[in-house]
Each structure stands twice: as structure tokens, then as C-alpha cells.
């Protein structure tokens, strides 16, 4: 099934009124997937830092469950409500995460703020695609999922 685009005969991802959203979703992807890389780096010397070393494996965890059951909710919420609106709610839900996990003074607070990153995270993820789906013409989706 053929969906029309909010911008048709726009021939790139980059051009007229598709860059800005572009630009966008490969920022809030980009956003995501640092902050994991950067946790993977770090994770072995946070551990020792706030003593969760015999809880290393829950740094991953206490994300990646979270994250799914974000993903799940921010899919239907973006059936409900607009994807801006879901996109925006998750985003702030991650950047609180961010600042928890970034000002934890123990493993447990720690913990929290990575399931916020992760709950959050998954909801943005959720919304980029609906907004791939909705902003992007059939023939553009697969040059916008490869950026």
C-alpha cells in the first residue's frame, strides 16, 4: 500500500521540507546510540566508581528491558497522539534519565537512571519510525533508514 508524503516530488531525503526532519531523526538515533557506546566504554570503571561491580551485568540490563517495553508503548501512543507529542514526552523522558545516571551517587539511583534512558530511548525510537512511515514517500523510506 502507496502512502503520499507530506512533501511530494521531493526527490531526496535532504531536500525542501524532508531535511529538517531528516536531520532530526538521525540526531535522536545518533543521541541514543552514543549514549549506549559511551555507557559500554565507561561501564567497567562506573562499576568500581559507585560499587556495583558485582552488579555489572545490570548496568545492560536495567536499559535494554526498559527500552523494549518503551518501544512497545511509544508504538501505541503513537496511534493515539501525534508523533511530535510522543516523540517530545520520551525524549524528556530520556534526557531525565541522562541526568540521573550521570548524577548517581550510588548504584541504585544508577540503575534507575538507565531505565529511564532505556524506557525513554525506546519511545524515541517508536516515534522516528512513525514519522519515517508518515513524513517519507515509499520510494524514499529505505535511503532514510540507511542514513
Known amino acids: 500500500m502507496s502512502q503520499q508524503s507530506f512533501a511530494p516530488g521531493v526527490e ?13 531523526s538521525i540526531l535522536a538515533v545518533t543521541i541514543v546510540a552514543f549514549q549506549g557506546l559511551a555507557q559500554a566504554t565507561v561501564a567497567p570503571i562506573l562499576a568500581d566508581d559507585i560499587g556495583g561491580k558485582d552488579l555489572y551485568g545490570w548496568i ?11 518501544t ?17 514526552t520520551f525524549l524528556a523522558i530520556f534526557a531525565a534519565g541522562c541526568i540521573l545516571a550521570g548524577a548517581a551517587p550510588s548504584i541504585g539511583w544508577f540503575f534507575a537512571g538507565r531505565a529511564l534512558q532505556g524506557f525513554g530511548g525506546g ?4 516515534a522516528v519510525y512513525a514519522v519515517i512511515t508518515l513524513a517519507y514517500h515509499d520510494r524514499l523510506r529505505p535511503a532514510m533508514m540507511a542514513a
Open 12 to 24: 531526496s531525503i535532504w531536500q525542501g521540507p524532508l531535511r529538517p526532519v531528516t536531520i532530526g
Open 123 to 126: 519511545g524515541l525510537f517508536a
Open 60 to 70: 545492560f540490563s536495567a536499559y535494554i528491558i526498559p527500552q523494549i517495553i518503551g
Open 72 to 88: 512497545v508503548l511509544g508504538g501505541i501512543e503513537v496511534d493515539r497522539r501525534s508523533p511530535a507529542v510522543v516523540f517530545g
